[in-house]
């Protein structure tokens, strides 16, 4: 199996060109930051992510993560890589200084996130949980809770999780049971049973600071009467020791289809009656807290969805330079053609690449816009950006895994025969990539918070906005050369989003069912829009440098970057034209048979 290269050329050029880290750093928390910093960062990154995270991703996956009584043996060398994570600082790249953090802007720890994932999955998992930790303590914590938690969850010496789901409650988390009883000292017994905890339990480090859901005695019913509690795996003693262990164990591991390495707990709260937690946020606050963690978690895991496809990607590219198979069309010389000279897996080929680069400057933008929205002086300018953020984060979490694993198969299907087979690698990628588009939120559910929650939000001012500044974008765009077709696919389709969201809106009013129907296309639609825009961005900036005898000895790679973008201005953007009428057909043929005769 080839191990995974950093893309950090294609990650820098997003930064400069794509999504403007040049005006990030102007803002007074980030202004030691220099472009030598950034390429250090990036590149120190990506060889961490090569050598000490790639070489464990196939032994993550053979291993698997094991029960053993209540604690879990990590496969080999996941211990000793997490401890160099740490050591190395890679933890607490964006936390906040005061806690020991590097305090560095969230789209730099989006683009190290990138490569540590595309290395290997599986063993992301366990600090990003620790990240949206840290966010909530943060946003939510007592002075007293910060204290005590967030240095060792910054520097990851202790890990973190978040605590949702149950049998009976899935994405109906309103469902829940667990309990929380309230104590004279001020603490909670939690009691109850918590299924899907990914790193619930495991051996790379000394405590586990478990997030978890519960109800108070008398709370209201759904998710108004959920409280969050922070539930530590040992409790800490005054002098921030640890103390006895928590009365909480992993009962069980899952068996999954892939990231086997991320062991998948069955948690049990309380089996003694004593298992101690600490209100967060307040009572009855608890959805509020959690969703803290859970915006970070759906960002985090649209970047899973793009590393998915990035290693796919990069495996499919060296196996069709490779494999020889026939003769391609127009082949000259002797013997078989590498496959990649034939058209159709060219296609595929092409296919991922360009949606990679479109997803992954959405992804950058998301987390840009969030940097602008905590850090700008202008509390207006603050207020737009959350804005954009809030209309980005469903599309980069349901695009980004959604293409993730479309393209993860076409990474297979490059592969023949071969891709089947698990010698090869390719598969685990596949297998791996199928949770994304399930967890931290179905991307149906992504669908219904775009239309039903953000397409409303201050009265449509957001998409509105954002949509404005693509129009603004193309009318600037020539009219002729290599680019105009491109803008010419990319006109229309906006247009198309625009009449769409303006039905979407109306409707909301009217008929909330026709809403749900189109929300899914309506995603797709707009996503592709977004990338469309993004990738035209990336054409033009190419372009001008090029044109301007810029290229700094990067010209093929400049003129490969202005071919992508056509390719997914010519090729991917027109799929999404027959969009508009599917969206706006409403929702009368999705019910036009009885649920008692769906399986005549």
Not at 352 to 368: D, P
């Amino acid at each position: 199996m080839a191990e995974y290269v950093a893309p950090t050329r294609e990650i820098r050029f997003v930064l400069d060109h794509v999504v403007d880290l040049a005006e990030l750093v102007k803002l007074e928390p980030f202004q030691e930051i220099t472009d030598d910093l950034v390429q250090a960062v990036l590149e120190e990154g990506g060889k961490f992510a090569a050598e000490k995270l790639s070489p464990l991703y196939a032994v993550g996956d053979r291993q698997g993560s094991v029960l053993d009584g209540d604690s879990v043996k990590t496969p080999d060398g996941f211990r000793e890589a997490y401890q160099a994570y740490v050591e190395n600082g890679w933890n607490g790249i964006c936390s906040p200084v005061d806690y020991g953090g590097q305090g560095m802007p969230q789209v730099i720890g989006t683009a190290v996130q990138e490569m540590m994932a595309g290395a290997n999955q599986a063993f992301t998992l366990c600090p990003i949980l620790g990240q949206g930790a840290v966010e909530a303590l943060e946003a939510h914590g007592t002075e007293e809770q910060q204290r005590i938690y967030m240095e060792k969850l910054v520097s990851g010496e202790w890990t973190g999780t978040m605590n949702l789901t149950e049998p009976q409650a899935g994405s109906d988390v309103g469902a829940l049971r667990t309990r929380a009883e309230p104590m004279p000292d001020g603490t909670y017994r939690i009691n109850g049973q918590k299924i899907f905890i990914s790193w619930g339990e495991h051996d790379m480090a000394e405590n586990i600071i478990h997030l978890v859901l519960a109800r108070l005695p008398g709370a209201p019913d759904g998710t108004k009467g959920i409280s969050l509690f922070i539930v530590p795996k040992y409790l800490i003693n005054e002098d921030g020791s640890l103390g006895e262990k928590n009365d909480l164990r992993a009962v069980s591991l899952e068996h999954k289809m892939g990231i086997h390495a991320s062991p998948t707990c069955v948690m049990s709260y309380g089996d003694n009656g004593n298992c101690v937690g600490y209100l967060i946020g307040g009572e009855n606050q608890g959805m509020r807290s959690m969703f803290t963690m859970m915006n970070n978690a759906r960002l985090n895991v649209g970047i899973l969805g793009l590393c998915a496809s990035e290693r796919g990607w990069q495996m499919a590219l060296d196996y069709a330079r490779e494999r020889r198979q026939g003769r391609a069309i127009g082949a000259t010389g002797e013997g078989k053609s590498p496959i990649i000279e034939h058209a159709d897996v060219r296609r595929m080929l092409m296919t991922i690449k360009s949606t990679n680069e479109a997803v992954r400057a959405i992804i950058y933008l998301n987390a840009l816009s969030l940097d602008f929205s905590r850090h700008h002086p202008d509390g207006e300018v603050r207020r737009k950006y959350q804005g954009l953020a809030d209309l980005l984060t469903p599309i980069s979490k349901a695009y980004g895994t959604d293409t993730g694993v479309e393209n993860a198969s076409l990474a297979v299907q490059v592969f023949g025969g071969m891709g089947y087979i698990e010698e090869t690698g390719v598969a685990q990628v596949l297998r791996d990539a199928r949770i994304h588009p399930i967890y931290e939120g179905t991307n149906g559910i992504q669908a219904m918070d775009l239309v039903g929650r953000k397409l409303s939000m201050d009265g449509g001012e957001h998409w509105q906005t954002f949509l404005g500044m693509i129009d603004d974008f193309l009318s600037a765009m020539p009219e002729i050369g290599e680019l105009a077709r491109f803008k010419e696919n990319l006109v229309v389709l906006t247009s198309h989003c625009r009449e769409t969201a303006e039905w979407l809106f109306a409707r909301q009013q009217q008929n909330m069912r026709d809403v749900a129907a189109g929300s899914v296309p309506f995603l797709r639609l707009m996503s592709i829009v977004t990338g469309g825009y993004l990738m035209a961005r990336a054409a033009v900036a190419a372009q001008t440098r090029l044109e301007a005898g810029n290229g700094n000895g990067e010209e093929d790679f400049l003129r490969a970057k202005i071919a992508t973008a056509r390719f997914y201005g010519e090729q991917v953007v027109p799929t999404a034209v027959g969009l508009k009428d599917i969206i706006m057909s409403g929702d009368s043929l999705f019910y036009a048979i009885e649920e008692d005769h769906m399986a005549l």
